[in-house]
Each structure stands twice: as C-alpha cells, then as structure tokens.
C-alpha cells in the first residue's frame, strides 16, 4: 500500500498526484490506443504520424503564443488572419521582389514584429480590450491577404518549401533507419535521464527528500520508452522521408519558450499578471510591457506559423488560416489552462493541441464526415474547459503541470489563483 500511495505522489512530481490530475495525458493515450483499433494499425504507422506532424505543426506552434496570451488574461482572434497576411507578402517577396528566401523568412517574421507592436500599442497602452483589437486585426489581415494576393495563389521557391515538407537527412550506415531521427531520440533520452538525475540532487542540495529511486526508475523507464518508441516509428517511415523539419523548429520553440515562462522573470511577470494584475503592478511587474509583449509575441509566431503552412503548401492562396485561431484557443484549454487566466503550460497546450490533432486524424482515417468532426471537436471543447472550472473550485492544480514539474529546476509552481496566495506570487515575480 505505501509503495502504490508514493507512486500516486511522486510518479510524475504531484504533490496531489491521482488520476484525474493526469487525465489529458491518459486521454490523449487512451484516444491514440482507441484509434489505432478502429483503423486496424493505421494510426501509428510511420507515414501517419509524420503527416499528422506535418499537418499539424503550425497549429503547435500558435498555441505555444496563445498559451502565454491567455494566462496574461487576453485573447487573440486575429492569429490566423496575421498569418495569411504574412504569408501572402513572404510568398510576394519571393515571386515579385526576387528576394532570397532565407532573407523572405526574416521579413516575414519582421511583419509579425510590426503587426504584434501595432496590436500591442492599442491593448497595453491605450487599454482596449485584446478581443475588440484582435478581432478588428482579425477583419484587417483578412482583407489585406485578399487585397495584396488579389484573391489568387502565390507559388513559393524549392528552398523555401523545405521548412514545411522537409526531412531530417540521412547520412551514416544504412540500418533501415533514418540516422538522424534515431540521433535525435538518443538525445531526448539522454536529456530526460540528465534531468532526472540533476533533479534529485537539486532536492537533496535543498535538504530535500527526493522521490524513491524505484519511482524515479519507473519514471525515466516511462518516457525514454516513449522516446524511443516515437524515434523508431519517425525513423522507419518511406525511404526519403523522416522527422519533419517543421517538427524540430516546433521543438526548439517548445524547449525555448518552457525555459523562458518558467526559469525567468519575465515569463513569471505574465503568471503574476494573469494571476492578479492589480497585485502584480503594486508589486512592480510593468503590466503594459508584458502585455505588450504577449501581444506582439503572438503575431511572430503566427508569421512563423504562417509560413510553415505557405512552405508545406507550396504556395500562398486567400483561404489560408481560416480558422486557426479557433484551434490555437480550443489546444490552450484542453492543455489546461485556466480560462480566467495565471494558469497553463507550454507543455500542456502542446498535449491539447495532438489531442485535438489525433482526434482530427483518427477520425478522418475512419471516413467520418466534416460536419460531425466539428461537432465532436465542439463537445470535446466544452469538456475540457467544465472540467477546468471544476477543478478550480475544487482548488486542484494544473494537469500537465504536476507532469512537468519533476523537470524544472526546483519545485516551484507558477502563482496561484487563490485571493490570500495572489500577492506573493507577485513579489516572487519581482524578485527573481
């Protein structure tokens, strides 16, 4: 009985570990293992998952801008709308301007900046309401793709097309495998077991009792098993093709932005001001240049998601990011974060978002309807945020977040909600 109560404590580093706290990783497992069955083995094949990446990479990457958005307290309607207007000029700048493609990529993301600083300006400092200026955003990049693209599609260069539908290379002996996917399963093993072992001297250094080694054991055994399961179904798909590369920019955006909310003061500003901004300003937080920030951080993102979808498509056309934003906030919620602000993880909006994508492929695979995919996305959506604000009167913590915690460098959690717990976060914020 003590070893099954220090496996619900301590397994993934809840302090209130149990079942329903990782609900959206069991989901998200048990949605896989449901699909694998009605599609006889099609879900897991190596030629699915890596569409399924490539599909669905762009929509990753906005929920990781919109996560930071929400928990800052805002909401950002004119993300897919930005990204097409990016889009369309990178695809412009290409075709008529003959500019090279690296240097396309830079302006595209240079537009997101200006775009993210035009909407920031009226959110942060003139104070209207992030939903008022995204929605106008939303109408005004709209138009702006359709007037700029002439309602036509642009084609993109060779080079540029990798960033979207290219693969990590082959090189090295031939083992059936791609070496560079198998390579990079290698590293996210090592990583995960580094991480693990630098935590538990973290805890002892701080007189600490770390987990039990059994647990951590089971641990590391858990995810380089996963790991290692995902490097070999990447690396084993149709010769030519491997991990994509819009994965790994997905993953350096990932790995960069979980280190910043979480290891810097300024990713803890956005906690503290979503928490309670009025304590957070008392304390010393700049509420306008965070929300500045959140605001024009979005709009690079969607730029860069933007331009993935241009270079997977092979060109620029008026319907792109017709409803992304919808996505990006549906992948935020079902992630867990809270829909009041101050709570959400990179992480979890990543786990909401392959929720919402395996959810999308499965049922495609089984030749469902258009119309009742969005039907059953819709009650998933629901769902997920009732079950959020149940779990907040109950006082529960963030799901993905007691998953994560044994990988960050200490204990600490992101500021609570709680009206007596708001002011410390703030001050924590400040400090650190």
Sequence with gaps: MSRLKDLQKNLFGGTTSNARQFGMIFTLVAIVVLFQILTDGLTLRSDNLIALFQQNSYILILAIGMLMVIVAGHIDLSVGSVAAFAGILVAK???DWSLPWPVAILFGLGIGALIGAWQGFWVAYIGVPAFIVTLAGMLLFRGGNQFIGNANTIPVPEGFREIGSGFLPEFGPNTGYNNATLLLGLAAAVAVVWREIQARKTRRAMDADPAPMWISILRMAIMVGAIAFAALRFASGRVGTSFPISGIILLVLVIAYSFYTRNTAGGRHIYAVGGNSRAAELSGVKLKRVNFFVMMN???LAALAGMIFVARSAASGPQDGNGW??????AVF?????????????????VGGLVMA?????????????????????LVLLLAVAIDVYNKSQGRFSIIGSLMRPFRRDDSAPPASPPDAEREPAKAAVSG
């Design 93 to 95: 700048s290409m075709a």
């Design 298 to 300: 979005m709009s690079v």
């Design 325 to 330: 934003e919808l996505d990006a906030i549906a």
């Design 334 to 350: 079902i992630g867990g974060a809270a829909v009041s602000g101050g709570i959400g993880t990179i992480s979890g909006s990543i």
């Design 358 to 378: 395996v959810l999308n492929n499965g049922l495609q695979l089984m030749g469902v309807g258009t119309d009742r995919v969005q039907i059953i996305k819709g």
